[in-house]
T-cell receptor, first 114, second 114 residues
Framework: AQSVTQPDIHITVSEGASLELRCNYSYGATPYLFWYVQSPGQGLQLLLK??????LVQGIKGFEAEFKRSQSSFNLRKPSVHWSDAAEYFCAVGARQAGTALIFGKGTTLSVSS | DAGVTQSPTHLIKTRGQQVTLRCSPK?????VSWYQQALGQGPQFIFQYYEEEERQRGNFPDRFSGHQFPNYSSELNVNALLLGDSALYLC?????????????FGPGTRLTVL
């Protein structure tokens, strides 16, 4: 079955501390992986994506993610969290073909404490 | 460059009614996908339209239908509304001829069914 698991429902991080959000996937074909962020009452904003090549990808807002095929993981990291990073984060997997369905995890809520 | 736009922003309906949601894709995009995001969950794929035809469909009943117009905009129709249809409905656009599955999301329409 195709699925995405985000094991952490809610994470609290102190401002300035590092962050890692976990994502594991199960997908029958070559996976194309995404991280999206959603602020309250808003749509989804693409943080970064992995299609091929270098397994460490850089995104917007200082985020990065590392694709590990052997572990079926695509964890999101940020070295220093800002209060404005508080939001819901979703990991998604899909096929390469443009526009095919994305399968999302249930999300991780990030709270940032001062 | 306008991104993906959706209307209306919020909608309140009663059980048994019908609703139509609208989406305009990002400039240059030709494919529209619709997702349902229930409270506390990740988005779930409903269906996708390309060249005015439904190209792919998720596990949603026939009460959910759609349309794509020649200008690539799209509508999502839901008949015989149930309480469980209350959710944020997200539209995502992409460029099929671009080759890569990068989807840009709109702000969503919040549907409440009473």
């Amino acid at each position: 079955a195709q699925s995405v698991t985000q094991p952490d429902i809610h994470i609290t991080v102190s401002e300035g501390a590092s962050l890692e959000l976990r994502c594991n996937y199960s997908y029958g074909a070559t996976p194309y992986l995404f991280w999206y962020v959603q602020s309250p009452g808003q749509g989804l904003q693409l943080l970064l994506k992995y299609f091929s090549g270098d397994t460490l990808v850089q995104g917007i807002k200082g985020f990065e993610a590392e694709f590990k095929r052997s572990q079926s993981s695509f964890n999101l990291r940020k070295p220093s969290v800002h209060w404005s990073d508080a939001a819901e984060y979703f990991c998604a997997v899909g096929a390469r073909q443009a526009g095919t369905a994305l399968i999302f995890g249930k999300g991780t809520t990030l709270s940032v404490s001062s | 460059d306008a991104g993906v736009t959706q209307s209306p922003t919020h909608l309140i309906k009663t059980r048994g009614q019908q609703v139509t949601l609208r989406c305009s894709p990002k400039s240059g995009h030709d494919t529209v996908s619709w997702y349902q995001q229930a409270l506390g969950q990740g988005p779930q794929f409903i269906f996708q339209y390309y060249e005015e035809e439904e190209r792919q469909r998720g596990n949603f009943p026939d009460r959910f239908s759609g349309h794509q117009f020649p200008n690539y905009s799209s509508e999502l129709n839901v008949n015989a509304l149930l309480l469980g249809d209350s959710a944020l409905y997200l539209c995502a656009s992409s460029f099929t001829s671009g080759g890569y599955n990068e989807q840009f999301f709109g702000p969503g329409t919040r549907l409440t069914v009473l």
